[in-house]
């Protein structure tokens, strides 16, 4: 079992256009705003989703795993085959080393038979909180291993976001992560992942807008890209298309050529793309 230190980034708020979000989200066109709530919602599903599986790949569970700076307890209880491990961030913010922050507990169920071609996992939240916004629902995770070696997890998405200003999102749908390199070194610089999949985000008013990622132009995320400080290194998506849907509108954000120059685009309705910022 490898132990490694993800240095995680997340999509950050990439915003052009400030704009009046509660009327936005009563519309049926694809406003800047959608997309902000994409990324936020992208942020929280893509910490828990490293921490589930890293926290669910070793036992007893290591601090590696927890992507946080030592405000995290894990209490770990077994009946049968049958691990519960639940991760207690405490009442207070917890930062994680990606900068983010959260507290509340995230709740895992899963097998202790580490070397199964498939496993599936499960969990849940209670008071969970990333960066202000309360997380509930549940997924679960299907993870095989391929002929190739590759590992992929399949995520059952099912997840309620309400933000610190009382809006509230809900998602649902399926998310394939699939680690395509550099699982079988104890580096995290030689880490490639590769995430298709297709899910709806539907607002208070009940308006949704969907997400698909082909498995023609997935999103590949490598950590190899430079950090500022040296000797660490950035988690980034540097390559890769999401087609946004809303109504008859749609958006295409375009991640790169594969290079980590921390930008992407978006074109709305065959408009001239427009240059964001992955994050701040």
Request: charged share 20%.
């Given at each position: 079992m490898k132990t490694k230190i993800l240095a995680l980034g997340m999509l950050a708020c990439f915003m052009l256009v400030s704009c009046n979000k509660d009327e936005n989200e009563k519309t049926t066109t694809i406003e800047s705003s959608d997309?902000?709530?994409?990324?936020?919602?992208?942020?929280?599903?893509?910490?828990?989703?490293?921490?589930?599986?890293?926290?669910?790949?070793?036992?007893?569970?290591?601090?590696?795993?927890?992507?946080?700076?030592?405000?995290?307890?894990?209490?770990?209880?077994?009946?049968?085959?049958?691990?519960?491990?639940?991760?207690?961030?405490?009442?207070?913010?917890?930062?994680?080393?990606?900068?983010?922050?959260?507290?509340?507990?995230?709740?895992?169920?899963?097998?202790?038979?580490?070397?199964?071609?498939?496993?599936?996992?499960?969990?849940?939240?209670?008071?969970?909180?990333?960066?202000?916004?309360?997380?509930?629902?549940?997924?679960t995770v299907v993870k095989t291993r391929l002929a190739n070696g590759h590992i992929r997890s399949e995520i059952n998405l099912n997840m309620t976001v309400t933000n610190p200003d009382g809006r509230v999102f809900t998602r649902t749908g399926n998310r394939v992560r699939e680690f395509s390199a550099g699982y079988d070194t104890d580096t995290v610089e030689d880490n490639v992942f590769l995430i298709t999949g297709s899910w709806t985000t539907t607002n208070q008013n009940g308006i949704a807008h969907t997400n698909t990622i082909s498995d023609a132009s997935p999103l590949r995320i490598i950590f190899s890209c430079n950090q500022p400080i040296v000797g660490q290194h950035r988690y980034e998506i540097v390559s890769g298309i999401i087609t946004v849907v809303k109504n008859n509108n749609t958006a295409v954000i375009d991640y790169g050529d594969g290079t980590c120059d921390n930008t992407g685009t978006i074109t709305i309705n065959g408009g001239s793309p427009i240059s964001f910022t992955l994050r701040n």
């Open positions: 997309i902000v709530t994409n990324a936020k919602i992208d942020n929280v599903a893509d910490d828990v989703a490293q921490i589930v599986e890293n926290q669910s790949n070793a036992t007893p569970a290591g601090r590696y795993s927890s992507l946080s700076t030592g405000c995290l307890n894990v209490t770990t209880t077994q009946s049968g085959d049958t691990f519960t491990r639940t991760l207690d961030y405490g009442s207070t913010n917890c930062l994680l080393d990606n900068g983010n922050f959260v507290r509340g507990k995230i709740i895992i169920t899963f097998m202790n038979d580490f070397t199964a071609q498939t496993r599936t996992l499960n969990y849940s939240f209670e008071n969970f909180y990333h960066n202000d916004r309360h997380i509930e629902g549940n997924r």
